[in-house]
């Protein structure tokens, strides 16, 4: 029975997301670009997974484990995780998601280290680029509020919940990151800038597509940008 359920939800997958159930993606953008906010809905309708290393970390700082301890050294210092830890976090997370499966990798990689060490874990299908100018990242992350309980993000000028302050999913206490300030903002940019340029290069000499999606207003909604992403990813043959 669970075998013709499993098809169905298949079935369902396969027509909602035309094909692209399967797709292997890495999203590439700066902190507020907005990579939670659109995995989280390419997630829901092509039925795939996101997996983002920053929400894995502080899932584990929660917990009072040895690995717990050692990542919260690093994260709340702001350093990155050596890549040994992540790289081991990372083959433990995708070894759950069966093969046909697939899914959004947001936050790794973030060396070539670990570029080259998901070449052995995936076969990454496409680059999903998210190009949002510097001031209005800036702008966004000054207003954006997450939730603590369920990672659900908001911005409380253009992407409010129903009740102010309050989670529209879990009805969590809505919070501000304490690094979602206009100077850490700043220097944040810059070391995204750093760190992302090599990686760059690396899948495009790697010859990995890129589909690239441009912001360039604040007030832009989610929903369209998602469904040109979509339609972008069909157009290059991913369905
Ligand atoms: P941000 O939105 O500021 O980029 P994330 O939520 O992606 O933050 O990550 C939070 C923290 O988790 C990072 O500052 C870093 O310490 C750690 N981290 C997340 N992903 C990686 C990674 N791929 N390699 C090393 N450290 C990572």
């Not at 094909?19 to 292997?24: A, I, M, N, P, V």
């Not at 290393?53 to 990155?80: C, H, P, W």
């Not at 603590?148 to 302050?165: A, D, M, Q, W």
Request: charged letters at 30%; glycine letters at 8%; aromatic letters at 8%.
């Amino acid at each position: 029975m669970w075998q013709v359920k499993l098809n169905m939800c298949r079935f369902f997958y396969e027509r909602c997301s035309g094909g692209l159930s399967g797709l292997k993606a890495v999203m590439f953008g700066a902190p507020g670009a907005g990579k939670g906010t659109y995995a989280c809905r390419l997630q829901k309708k092509l039925g795939i997974e996101t997996i983002a290393t920053g929400d894995i970390f502080r899932e584990l700082m929660k917990q009072d484990s040895e690995l717990g301890r050692k990542v919260r050294g690093f994260v709340e210092k702001g350093l990155l995780v050596p890549d040994n830890v992540v790289i081991e976090v990372l083959k433990h997370r995708l070894s759950k998601i069966p093969k046909e499966r697939g899914f959004i990798l947001d936050g790794f990689p973030r060396t070539l280290e670990q570029a080259k060490a998901l070449e052995d874990l995936a076969k990454i299908d496409v680059i999903l680029l998210l190009d949002v100018p510097d001031w209005l990242i800036v702008e966004r992350l000054s207003s954006r509020r997450i939730c603590p309980n369920c990672g659900t993000v908001y911005n409380i000028r253009f992407l409010k919940p129903k009740v102010e302050g309050v989670c529209d999913k879990c009805s969590g206490q809505l919070c501000q990151r304490p690094d979602d300030n206009p100077e850490v903002i700043q220097k944040r940019l810059e070391v995204y800038k750093e760190q992302s340029k090599p990686l760059l290069d690396y899948f495009e000499k790697k010859k990995v597509p890129f589909v690239v999606s441009k912001t360039t207003s604040l007030d832009q909604p989610p929903e369209p940008v998602v469904d040109r992403m979509i339609e972008e990813l069909k157009k290059r043959g991913f369905a």
